[in-house]
């Protein structure tokens, strides 16, 4: 079977059954597809449905429309391959809850101001740049201690962790790519394990934010020459490239990679990558590429 159908629930609600498994098969063989034997990569959580005969886009179009209402992730694919050798991510509401930016500006009193800047940039609405300086400017004069409760508050995503350290295990390299700041990126690096990251600067003068951005900035193309340059440097093809991200900034970087998945992405974003995860956690990543749960290292 040169095809893979894949379904993937939340592992909090582990909602998917043996009957979900079976109306799946039942579908794609009305559609004229020969299926082999489903199995569960996690029971209740994810199974793999081996495939042949039937486009990979209309297998995952009909699958969606039958599955309509469920929340469940389907991810229709080719079976050789599955396994990447390099993982590029996403920092903000990617590899952590929420947005590190929106939370710093609570000290300077204007979360509101910047988190609606953050939301028209991410969906595309707002170049990049401009809304980065655009919020930046709020937070002129915010003192440098600021960060440091700001990182305290942050959050990993569910199965970030474990989605790292399981890739690397297995050999693949790790790579965290924000148009967020080293500040942020650096110590998130550390706590989730990735092997490299990048990210823009402050502009920092006696401990104080000045509110300027320190060029160059990463938008969304220096993300695609990042990745670009990290894949050559360990001589990693884009077949074996899994990248995720969740904001128009990250479309270039998630359609240069073989796997480019948009993670509970905002609206403009879902619509043009390949891949959409909206239900599952970041283990998703790793049932994707055909790892069972037991392999993972958590």
């Known amino acids: 079977m040169n095809h893979i159908l894949t379904l993937i629930c939340n592992p909090r609600t582990a909602i998917l059954s043996d009957e979900a498994q079976t109306m799946a098969t039942s579908c794609l063989k009305e559609l004229g597809a020969e299926t082999a034997d489903a199995y569960w990569l996690a029971h209740g959580i994810a199974c793999d449905i081996p495939f042949c005969g039937l486009d990979l886009k209309d297998a995952e179009a009909n699958m969606q429309h039958k599955f309509q209402g469920m929340p469940v992730d389907i991810i229709a694919q080719k079976s050789a391959n599955r396994r990447k050798k390099l993982l ?3 920092m903000d509401s990617t590899m952590i809850i929420g947005e590190t930016l929106d939370d710093l500006a609570e000290f300077a009193g204007y979360r509101n ?3 609606s800047i953050t939301r028209l940039a991410m969906n595309g609405e707002l170049r990049f740049v401009d809304a980065l300086k655009q919020r930046i400017k709020l937070l002129e004069g915010l003192s440098q201690d600021n960060l440091e409760k700001t990182m305290a508050g942050i959050e990993p995503t569910p199965g970030g962790r474990a989605l790292v350290q399981t890739m690397k295990a297995n050999g693949a390299v790790t790579m965290l790519i924000s148009g ?7 110590r998130v690096r550390d706590m989730i394990g990735f092997d490299k990251a990048k ?10 934010l000045t509110g300027q951005v320190l060029e160059p900035i990463i938008d969304k193309n220096a993300k695609l020459v990042i990745l670009k340059n990290f894949a050559a440097e360990y001589g990693i093809a ?13 479309l270039p970087m998630l359609m240069a990679a073989d796997i480019g998945v948009a993670y509970h992405a905002k609206p ?3 619509k043009l990558a390949r891949v959409s995860i909206n239900h599952g956690d970041l283990t998703a990543l790793l049932y994707i590429q055909g790892y069972r749960a037991e392999e993972f290292i958590t």
């Open 88 to 90: 590029v991510a996403d």
């Open 113 to 115: 101001e910047v988190a």
């Open 180 to 186: 967020g700041f080293t500040y942020f990126t650096d």
């Open 199 to 208: 990210g823009n600067n402050f502009e920092i003068n006696d401990a104080k």
């Open 238 to 250: 884009e077949i074996d490239i899994i990248a995720a991200g969740d904001g128009a900034n990250d």
């Open 268 to 270: 403009a974003v879902s």
